[in-house]
């Protein structure tokens, strides 16, 4: 992953990202890792308070506001040992909510992991949204792996 061994790190952030305490409650997330789109801000937050666990660590690449409409993560990290690369854009709308979350997980093995992992957590809650160990290990093996 050329990025992530050519990218400075930052100063990890002291706690959470502004965004994540003001989910608008109609806020839509998507993601590398979905299934589909999820909707409303306690699924967001009880999805994401999880996924939170799964990382190694997190080695910011960048961390900021652009412009007043969007706040951006980018960070390296390892998930069950194998290396991520994580974008977070988030839409801020005009009432100052994050109204759309945006989460890219590279590469695809890692994308497969955390989706796997985040369907063994989820499976019965959000079944539809993660992949199966079945699901994740057919298309880790079409891809080659």
């Given at each position: ?7 400075p790190t930052l100063p990890r ?50 961390y900021g506001h652009l ?79």
């Amino acid at each position: 992953m050329k990025f992530t061994e050519t990218a400075p790190t930052l100063p990890r952030p002291s706690g959470p990202p502004p965004w994540l305490g003001k989910i608008a409650q109609n806020a839509t997330l998507e993601g590398a890792v979905l299934k589909r789109a999820i909707h409303g801000k306690e699924n967001i937050l009880t999805l994401i308070s999880h996924a939170r666990t799964l990382y190694e660590f997190q080695d910011y690449t960048y961390y900021g506001h652009l412009g007043s409409e969007f706040f951006m993560e980018s960070y390296r990290s390892s998930i069950n040992g194998v290396p991520v690369e994580c974008s977070v854009i988030v839409h801020m709308n005009d009432a100052g909510e994050a109204d759309s979350l945006l989460i890219h997980h590279y590469p695809l093995d890692a994308t497969l992991e955390f989706s796997r992992l985040m369907g063994e957590k989820f499976g019965e809650q959000f079944a539809d949204l993660y992949l199966t160990n079945a699901q994740a290990d057919g298309l880790t093996k079409a891809s080659g792996k």
